[in-house]
Nanobody, 123 residues
Framework: QVQLVESGGGLVQAGGSLRLSCAAS????????MGWFRQTPGKERELVAA???????YYTDSVKGRFTISRDNAKNTMYLQMNSLKPEDTAVYYC?????????????????WGQGTQVTVSS
């Protein structure tokens, strides 16, 4: 089993920055794909950014040039640096980990989830 714990959410003004962290523990060697999803009330959970253990990155169009995903395999930690935040980035952000694949934008594909961290961007 793998446990994922997010941290770093909060309230920030538009144009500001936040850095989310996702610490993994347990059988972390089994995880290949890792991603950040976000969800707002009444909407489906959407993939924001993803990365595979061997490298390679994916970003949804709305965050390209503003968000940066990174992964420190030695520390079993993944990060999401969010710059130039906009009110529409407001959501609960979830960390996810998957075994047996390097990338997927479908939440159901991921095996492990964190509890979520709230990001609120005020205008």
């Amino acid at each position: 089993q793998v446990q994922l714990v997010e941290s770093g959410g909060g309230l920030v003004q538009a144009g500001g920055s936040l850095r989310l962290s996702c610490a993994a523990s347990g059988r972390t060697s089994s995880i290949n794909a890792m991603g950040w999803f976000r969800q707002t009330p009444g909407k489906e959970r959407e993939l924001v950014a993803a990365t595979a253990r061997s490298g390679g990155f994916y970003y949804t169009d709305s965050v390209k040039g503003r968000f940066t995903i990174s992964r420190d395999n030695a520390k079993n930690t993944m990060y999401l640096q969010m710059n130039s935040l906009k009110p529409e980035d407001t959501a609960v952000y979830y960390c996810a980990g998957g075994e047996g694949f390097s990338y997927s934008d479908y939440p159901v594909a991921y095996d492990y989830w964190g509890q979520g961290t709230q990001v609120t961007v005020s205008s």
